[in-house]
């Protein structure tokens, strides 16, 4: 958090403007916060002071940060709610994804889509009768083939309000650890409070495998972080009025709730899902035996089982059927190649190498890598099965000592080569990290 905020009912600016269950707000506005009411939503209370903000306007304007400006001050819709052409959503995603064409696909004309759902007016649906409802997605891939990056990359280029949460913190309610509520108190401190705004938003659900059901026979016990979530985050997918705690988690019982309206939040899950290729490969081989059935068999790729991925396989995993109906688009990530990890080491715009090389830069030195530096650091990623967070992994081993003594010498230039690379490899002892 700064050192100073800005109260959201006066302008004032200072250190002891801290966050409270009402929002931003100064010593002096909470004293009158509670003479009026306790009760009342952030929203609410700048209705409250409305007149009073705009007498104080007119004596000393107050410079409002970006994104806070008074409700007079909003453009329309349709200039807010304009977005890319899928197409050229996509071709902003593959400057920094490599690969992934699938995905991307499904990802942009979901955003776009959902775009088009906000500009639609009310009294369009009462003409015809079509409301064009959300289609939450599903992502399915390997740990390291960039479904978290896709989501952050797309983050970049929105005009909504955009947050990643993981699942793996939610519990029942009355159990040690997050409510599903608390999903969308980021959403609400991305978009500044704004409730409006924030009803409006994409929120990306990371780890979504982590809450499956833990045992093949449903509710034997209780499954408080497995299929009790799944059931709690059905309205919030479907769409209802969810009450939340604007401070987010269980310490603060007595803050007061704000009502968030999920019908137009898109939601985008992902998840490793380790182990469904099993599943995958055991609905295929289930089927008729023939000998049309057996040609078809013949052209299955089994290094790439997820390709072949149905909802089927989602609930043999452990989602419950009712998740995997609000989460209609099914889309997978390829594992990643060798052609595939040689390029996210240079390519994208954000590439491991080249940050490395602007570090450098910053202290006014050259950095420069050998070919054959990029092969090795990929064989050796490809042989552990580390993916690209391997590749990251494995630089860091390559660089610490070179970036720990580099600005304390007179060099102008420094080489990485392969036998440096091997050298600083085997000293961390590479093998643990397959492990």
């Known amino acids: 958090m700064k050192s100073q905020n800005r ?77 890319s052409k899928p197409i050229e959503i996509k071709a902003f995603l593959d400057k920094y994804v490599i690969g992934q064409d699938q995905a991307k696909k499904h990802l942009a004309v979901a955003v776009y889509n959902h775009y088009k759902r906000l500009r639609q007016k009310s009294s369009d649906i009462d003409k015809d009768g079509v409301e064009i409802e959300k289609s939450n997605i599903i992502m399915v891939g390997r740990t390291g083939t960039g479904k978290t990056l896709l989501a952050r990359t797309i983050a970049k280029m929105l005009h909504v309000p955009f ?20 999903l969308l108190t980021r959403l609400l401190q991305v978009a500044e409070y704004d409730v409006e705004k924030a009803e409006k938003g994409i929120v990306f659900i990371d780890e979504l495998d982590k809450i499956a059901r833990k045992g093949d026979n449903p509710s034997i016990t209780r499954d408080v972080s497995g299929e009790g979530v799944q059931q709690g985050l059905l309205k919030l997918l479907e769409g209802s009025i969810v009450n939340v705690p604007p401070q987010g988690g269980r310490k603060h019982p007595d803050q007061k709730m704000i009502p968030v309206d999920t019908k137009n939040i898109l ?38 089982l997820l390709q072949y991925i149905a909802p089927q396989d989602l609930r043999s ?103 440096y690379a091997e050298k600083q490899l085997n000293k961390v002892n590479i093998h643990k990290m397959g492990e």
Not at 9 to 15: F, T
Not at 41 to 61: D, G, V, Y
Not at 363 to 377: A, P, R, T
């Open 163 to 182: 947050t990643i949460v993981d699942a793996t913190v939610l519990t029942e309610a009355g159990y040690v650890g997050e409510d599903i509520e608390s």
């Open 7 to 83: 109260c959201e009912i006066c302008g004032k600016i200072g250190k002891n403007v801290v966050l409270s269950a009402d929002g931003f707000v100064c010593p002096d506005c909470e004293q009158r916060i509670a003479k009026v009411e306790r009760n009342l939503f952030p929203q609410q209370l700048l209705n409250i002071f409305e007149a009073e903000r705009a007498s104080r306007s007119q004596k000393s304007p107050i410079m409002f940060e970006p994104g806070r400006a008074s409700r007079s001050q909003k453009p329309p819709l349709a200039d807010i709610y304009t977005v």
């Open 317 to 419: 995993f452990g989602l419950i059927p009712e998740i995997i109906g609000r989460l209609p688009v099914l889309t997978y990530l390829e594992p990643l190649d060798r052609q595939a990890l040689r390029r996210i080491l240079t390519e994208p715009k954000n590439a491991i190498i080249r940050q490395y090389i602007k570090l450098f830069k910053l202290d006014g030195i050259v950095l420069k890598f050998d070919e054959d530096v990029y092969d090795y650091v990929v064989d050796k990623a490809i042989e552990f099965k580390l993916g690209a967070r391997g590749l990251r992994a494995m630089c860091e081993a390559i660089m610490t000592d070179i970036m720990f003594e580099a600005p304390s010498q007179d060099k102008k230039t420094i080489s990485i080569t392969r036998e």
């Open 267 to 304: 939601f985008i899950c992902g998840g490793a899902f380790d182990g469904i290729e099993r599943k995958i490969g055991l609905r295929l081989n289930t089927k008729a035996i023939g000998f049309k059935e057996v040609k078809e068999n013949e052209k299955i790729d089994r290094d790439n």
